[in-house]
C-alpha cells in the first residue's frame, strides 16, 4: 500500500498547552478553556471543547512533528500522539500497534534535524480536516465535548491522510468504532448513579488488580525491550520518577526528556526482573514492587540488585504511574 503524500501546510498555528498545565482548564468542568492558537495569528480553531485528554493529544503532535524535524503538524504526528495519550482506548478497539505504526511511518517520512518545541507550527489541510470532523463526530454522537475517540474517528474519516491509510490498514473501520464508542456511552450513562456523574467502573478489587497488572505488564515489556520513547506515555502527567541516586523528575514531558537515559539499563542483555508484590491500595489504587537483577560482567564482580516501586492510579478512564521510585539493594 502506498502511504506517500505531501500535503500543504495551512495557516493556522498551534502552540498547544503543555499537558501538566492542561488540567487548570477542566473542559469537563464546564468553564472556557483558552484557545492553543495564538492570537493575532490566527484563532479559527478553539479548544474550549476538548477534554484534557484531547488537548494532550494535540500536544504531543505539535511534539511528535518537532522530532521527525516537520514545520507543520500532519495527520501521522496526530495518530502518533493519539497512540501515545489514550493506549486504553487504542487497546480497547484491539488497535493498539504503536510501535508497528511508528516503523510504517519511518519508512516513508524522512526525518529532519528536530525543531525546537517554541516554535510556532501549523496544521496541514489534512490534519485541519481531522480536527474539524473530530467535532462533527462529537456532535454526530451528541457529546459535549470532544475526546480522544472523536478524533480517531476524525483520522478515519480523512481516508487518503497517511495516518487512515495506517489504521486501515490495521482493521480499523469508522462506523464500527462509532457504534462501539456509541455502545459505550450509553452504558457510561446507565451505570451512573442520578445524584453523581461518575460512572460506576469497577466492582471489587479483582477488576481493579487484572486492569492495573495489564498495564504494568505491558510497561515493564516495553522497558526490557528499550522502548524508551513509548515509556514516558505510561506516566501520569504529574506523575514522578526517583533515580536510584534520589534524583527526582517531575511530571510526564521532563520523564520523556530523560527516559532514554533513565530507562537504558534496564534494556540491557543483563538485566532481568520479576514481580516481587502487589498490593491494590485505596481510591483505585495499586502498589507493586518489582526486583531487577544485573547479572555481573565479570566472574571477580557481584550482581546488583535494584527495587523498583511503582504507584498506579486509576484516571481518565486508563491506569497511569504516579510514582516510580528505584532503590539500590544491598545484598547480604
Known amino acids: 500500500m502506498d502511504f506517500t503524500s505531501v500535503l500543504e501546510p495551512v495557516d493556522i498555528f498551534i502552540t498547544p498547552p503543555h499537558p501538566c498545565c492542561a488540567g487548570a482548564h477542566q473542559a469537563d468542568s464546564g468553564s472556557a478553556v483558552a484557545p492553543v492558537a495564538n492570537a493575532g495569528i490566527n484563532s479559527r480553531i478553539m479548544f474550549e471543547r476538548y477534554t484534557e485528554k484531547a488537548r494532550r493529544v494535540i500536544f504531543f503532535a505539535r511534539y511528535e512533528a518537532s522530532q521527525y524535524g516537520s514545520t507543520y503538524i500532519d495527520t501521522e504526528h496526530i495518530l502518533l500522539a493519539l497512540l501515545r495519550e489514550d493506549r486504553v482506548l487504542m487497546r480497547h478497539l484491539h488497535l493498539d500497534f504503536a510501535g508497528e505504526i511508528r516503523d510504517e511511518i519511518d519508512k516513508v517520512v524522512r526525518r529532519g534535524e528536530r525543531v525546537s518545541t517554541s516554535v510556532e507550527m501549523p496544521l496541514s489541510a489534512d490534519s485541519k480536516k481531522i480536527l474539524q470532523r473530530a467535532a462533527e463526530e462529537a456532535d454526530r454522537l451528541a457529546d459535549r465535548h470532544i475526546d480522544t475517540q472523536h478524533i480517531l474517528l476524525g483520522i478515519l474519516r480523512v481516508e487518503k491522510s497517511l495516518a487512515a491509510k495506517l489504521l486501515l490498514a490495521k ?22 448513579k442520578p445524584s453523581d456523574a461518575t460512572p460506576i467502573t469497577w466492582v471489587g478489587t479483582g477488576a481493579v488488580t487484572t486492569g492495573a497488572l495489564t498495564t504494568l505488564d505491558q510497561f515493564l515489556g516495553l522497558l526490557k525491550r528499550g522502548a524508551a520513547d513509548q515509556l514516558a506515555g505510561f506516566f501520569d502527567h504529574k506523575g514522578q520518577f526517583i533515580d536510584s541516586s534520589g534524583k527526582r523528575w517531575i511530571g510526564r514531558a521532563e520523564i520523556e526528556r530523560g527516559a532514554e537515559t533513565l530507562l537504558a539499563p534496564f534494556a540491557k542483555k543483563n538485566a532481568s526482573f520479576r514481580l516481587e508484590d502487589t498490593t491494590a491500595g485505596p481510591s483505585h489504587t495499586f502498589v507493586a514492587s518489582v526486583l531487577w537483577e544485573f547479572a555481573a560482567a565479570s566472574v571477580d564482580r557481584s550482581k546488583s540488585v535494584l527495587r523498583m516501586s511503582l504507584v498506579l492510579a486509576w484516571a481518565d478512564e486508563q491506569w497511569t504511574i504516579v510514582l516510580l521510585q528505584v532503590t539500590p539493594v544491598t545484598l547480604s
Not at 468504532?177 to 451512573?192: D, M
Open 171 to 192: 482493521g480499523a473501520k469508522a462506523d464500527t468504532i462509532r457504534l462501539q464508542v456509541a455502545q459505550g456511552a450509553a452504558s457510561a450513562r446507565a451505570s451512573t
